[in-house]
């Protein structure tokens, strides 16, 4: 083994060392305002949005509306929207 072969294999385990040490766990906690940019600014501006304030039941009721007219969103992602919806 010279050293440019030791060279490469360090960076290949430097590579994997990186791809491990990733936060995993920042993918499975939704953003709400991500959420929000991605999903709801389809049909109208965001501005629609982040210019009205609703207490956690109102922002319920009008998220729901909204996926009755299309807007897809899964359990975990409606509540991380109105989380970040009702704090905004
Ligand atoms: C499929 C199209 C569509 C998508 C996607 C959509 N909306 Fe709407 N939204 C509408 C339409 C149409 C209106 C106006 C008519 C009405 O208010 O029912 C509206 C109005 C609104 C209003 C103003 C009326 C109110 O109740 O305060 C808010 C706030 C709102 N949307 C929030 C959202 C949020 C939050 C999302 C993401 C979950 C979203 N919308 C996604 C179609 C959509």
Not at 7 to 15: D, E, I, K, N, S
Not at 31 to 51: N, Q, V, Y
Not at 61 to 71: F, H, Q, S
Request: net charge positive; aromatic share 6%.
């Amino acid at each position: 083994m010279n050293k440019w072969t030791l060279l490469a294999a360090g960076l290949v385990l430097a590579v994997f060392l990186a791809m491990f040490s990733v936060p995993t766990h920042g993918f499975s906690t939704p953003d709400g305002k991500a959420i929000m940019e991605d999903r709801c600014g389809g049909c109208h501006g965001l501005d629609r949005i982040t210019s009205k304030t609703k207490d956690r039941a109102g922002w319920q009721t009008t998220v729901n509306r909204m996926i009755g007219k299309g807007a897809t969103l899964n359990d975990e992602e409606k509540a991380a929207l109105i989380d970040y919806l009702v704090s905004k």
